[in-house]
């Protein structure tokens, strides 16, 4: 069955003074076409045929009042409604140009869009359209679902600055790059344009966005984009890309981005969701603090802006915990005790050998006196480079500190002479066959280098007086004169800056009077003259074996009878230097 419908249009003509009425004939609309469904369903809208439906190379068509309804042969009818797409479909060439639709007209009434075979027409609030064609088009309709789609154009295919066809859209933008089209879209493309779009340091992207798990990622020339429901979108870009890779991407300990890198005194950063990289102006490294205790604890004392700065080194494993160093200082994790902050020097100490003082068990912290750590198994004071001990017995003015090799041992003619010179509290650091140079069983340098490299702890303190009793092994292993009194100086400059009030005694070398003894009074001489010349106490005790007729168990070691016997005479000559 076929409709007929029509309409009059009534056409004056100037001839010869009448008026000449033409009716136009109405036109038939099929019910059973698929052009004929269609436009029952819209015919009011549409209005009456202008002409007949004709099919003419695998398309047919029928012209409304309202617009024109088109449809392939066997296929689906869409129509074309008047106004803007409308008119612009007619103007750019209409079925030949660009295709058959593909679906009914969208949008609002102000912003009307129409797809077609071979492009998109989109029209603005002022009715101007904007063409979306040929590769661009593609792209559009393959990413129409995703992410809400690119939206409407924001303006016509042109070539950038660099020469690459591009066309930007409300949702995203499309870059043509070696004949193919590449799209960013929705909150990768806001990411990619706050880092300065194809003109920054992401450049142009190198394939689509891809999905890896629930997370999409992009890459580009510069970097990469990812997104995810929790983080958003964050791009990470040169120097920290290669970083990110390297422990272990998206996958690894460092997660996603959650914010775009950014500047810091002396470097620069970006936070992920497990933890941050840093790089370090000075020489470009780059290191990451990972989520956990000791991150929390940095982040606590002021990130890289507070007192640690930047980090130096990754987390490190040890036996019982873990840590990891900072420009400041390091901050170290015990299981069980908790994370404590260590100064640059004390973790220094810690690190070379962490079984000597064990976990720290507070912070570092400054006084007047110095830098105090208290550790598992003592505690310590750094000061002006000195590492030393803080006793259980406060070293006072009625302290005597002595470094001395085996004379010291037991009931020593040292010990009692310090005694009776009145030092009450008497502090011995006495090791047999030790020297200013001849070394310390278990340390394996002698008194000077393992004071200097803080291998042997001094008391923390303002002792009385410090009394060095060294040499006799020195002159016994044929060590150098000029040797021993070059570290005898040293050491006695190091006692000056521990123990700037106290009084620094050195004692020769104990010893008798026959040539048997003459190396060890050879090196009385030197080491108590270099003490005189350095403003220094000294006291020679060359030939008092002999003199005292002391009793000796050996060549070289007093007997306790002789130790008694040397004490009174060495007490008399200590307080004479000292003025007691």
Request: charged share 20%; proline share 5%.
């Given at each position: 069955m076929r409709r007929v419908l029509g309409t009059a249009v009534i056409v004056a003509l100037v001839a010869g003074g009448g008026l000449l009425l033409v009716w136009q004939l109405p036109r038939p609309i099929s019910d059973t076409s698929a052009i004929g469904v269609l436009w029952h369903k819209h015919s009011d809208e549409l209005g009456a045929a202008w002409n007949r439906e004709t099919c003419a190379e695998g398309v047919c068509r029928q012209n409304y009042r309202g617009g024109t309804i088109y449809a392939a042969v066997k296929g689906d009818a869409h129509i074309v409604h008047g106004g803007a797409v409308g008119e612009a479909f007619d103007e750019l060439g209409g079925v030949a140009r660009l295709g058959l639709p593909i679906a009914e007209q969208s949008g609002p009434a102000d912003r009307p869009w129409q797809a077609f075979q071979r492009a998109g027409i989109f029209a603005s609030e002022d009715d101007v359209p904007t063409l979306v064609r040929g590769v661009f088009w593609q792209s559009w309709l393959r990413f129409a679902?995703?992410?809400?789609?690119?939206?409407?154009?924001?303006?016509?295919?042109?070539?950038?600055?660099?020469?690459?066809?591009?066309?930007?859209?409300?949702?995203?933008?499309?870059?043509?790059?070696?004949?193919?089209?590449?799209?960013?879209?929705?909150?990768?493309?806001?990411?990619?344009?706050?880092?300065?779009?194809?003109?920054?340091?992401?450049?142009?992207?190198?394939?689509?966005?891809?999905?890896?798990?629930?997370?999409?990622?992009?890459?580009?020339?510069?970097?990469?984009?990812?997104?995810?429901?929790?983080?958003?979108?964050?791009?990470?870009?040169?120097?920290?890309?290669?970083?990110?890779?390297?422990?272990?991407?998206?996958?690894?300990?460092?997660?996603?981005?959650?914010?775009?890198?950014?500047?810091?005194?002396?470097?620069?950063?970006?936070?992920?969701?497990?933890?941050?990289?840093?790089?370090?102006?000075?020489?470009?490294?780059?290191?990451?603090?990972?989520?956990?205790?000791?991150?929390?604890?940095?982040?606590?004392?002021?990130?890289?802006?507070?007192?640690?700065?930047?980090?130096?080194?990754?987390?490190?494993?040890?036996?019982?915990?873990?840590?990891?160093?900072?420009?400041?200082?390091?901050?170290?994790?015990?299981?069980?005790?908790?994370?404590?902050?260590?100064?640059?020097?004390?973790?220094?100490?810690?690190?070379?050998?962490?079984?000597?003082?064990?976990?720290?068990?507070?912070?570092?912290?400054?006084?007047?006196?110095?830098?105090?750590?208290?550790?598992?198994?003592?505690?310590?004071?750094?000061?002006?480079?000195?590492?030393?001990t803080v006793p259980s017995t406060p070293v006072d003015a009625s302290t005597a500190v002595l470094l001395c090799d085996s004379q010291c041992s037991g009931n020593s003619w040292i010990k009692q002479g310090a005694r009776r010179a009145g030092f009450s509290n008497i502090v011995e650091f006495g090791y047999g066959g030790s020297g200013y140079l001849a070394p310390i069983s278990g340390l394996g340098t002698g008194f000077t280098e393992s004071v200097s490299r803080n291998s042997l702890l001094l008391p923390d303190g303002d002792p009385g007086v410090v009394i060095i009793t060294l040499g006799g092994n020195d002159a016994a292993q044929k060590r150098a004169?000029?040797?021993?009194?070059?570290?005898?100086?040293?050491?006695?400059?190091?006692?000056?800056?521990?123990?700037?009030?106290?009084?620094?005694?050195?004692?020769?070398?104990?010893?008798?009077?026959?040539?048997?003894?003459?190396?060890?009074?050879?090196?009385?001489?030197?080491?108590?003259?270099?003490?005189?010349?350095?403003?220094?106490?000294?006291?020679?005790?060359?030939?008092?074996?002999?003199?005292?007729?002391?009793?000796?168990?050996?060549?070289?070691?007093?007997?306790?009878?002789?130790?008694?016997?040397?004490?009174?005479?060495?007490?008399?000559?200590?307080?004479?230097?000292?003025?007691?």
């Open positions: 679902e995703e992410r809400g789609g690119l939206g409407f154009p924001k303006d016509a295919e042109h070539k950038d600055r660099h020469g690459i066809p591009v066309q930007n859209f409300i949702n995203g933008v499309i870059y043509v790059r070696d004949g193919a089209p590449v799209p960013t879209i929705s909150d990768i493309a806001a990411a990619h344009r706050r880092a300065g779009g194809a003109y920054g340091p992401l450049g142009y992207p190198k394939g689509t966005q891809r999905a890896v798990g629930d997370r999409l990622v992009q890459q580009f020339d510069g970097g990469e984009v990812w997104w995810s429901g929790d983080t958003g979108a964050a791009s990470v870009q040169a120097p920290f890309l290669a970083a990110f890779h390297e422990r272990g991407g998206a996958d690894g300990a460092l997660g996603l981005p959650t914010a775009e890198a950014s500047r810091l005194e002396g470097g620069s950063m970006q936070p992920f969701q497990g933890g941050v990289l840093y790089r370090s102006d000075e020489d470009g490294s780059i290191r990451a603090t990972t989520a956990g205790v000791i991150q929390q604890r940095y982040e606590e004392l002021g990130g890289p802006g507070g007192e640690l700065g930047l980090p130096m080194g990754e987390k490190i494993d040890v036996a019982g915990g873990r840590y990891q160093a900072f420009a400041g200082g390091a901050l170290l994790w015990h299981e069980g005790a908790g994370v404590f902050r260590l100064d640059a020097a004390n973790f220094a100490f810690w690190v070379a050998d962490p079984a000597r003082f064990g976990w720290p068990t507070k912070d570092s912290r400054t006084d007047e006196r110095g830098e105090h750590q208290d550790w598992e198994k003592t505690q310590t004071v750094l000061r002006e480079g000195r590492l030393l004169v000029s040797d021993v009194t070059a570290a005898e100086g040293q050491l006695i400059g190091m006692l000056r800056q521990a123990y700037p009030n106290a009084a620094i005694v050195v004692d020769g070398v104990m010893s008798r009077n026959d040539a048997a003894h003459a190396a060890r009074r050879a090196m009385d001489a030197a080491v108590t003259e270099e003490a005189q010349r350095l403003g220094v106490h000294a006291i020679s005790v060359a030939g008092w074996v002999s003199d005292y007729t002391a009793p000796q168990v050996d060549n070289v070691h007093l007997a306790p009878a002789g130790h008694d016997k040397i004490a009174p005479h060495y007490a008399d000559a200590l307080r004479a230097v000292l003025g007691r």
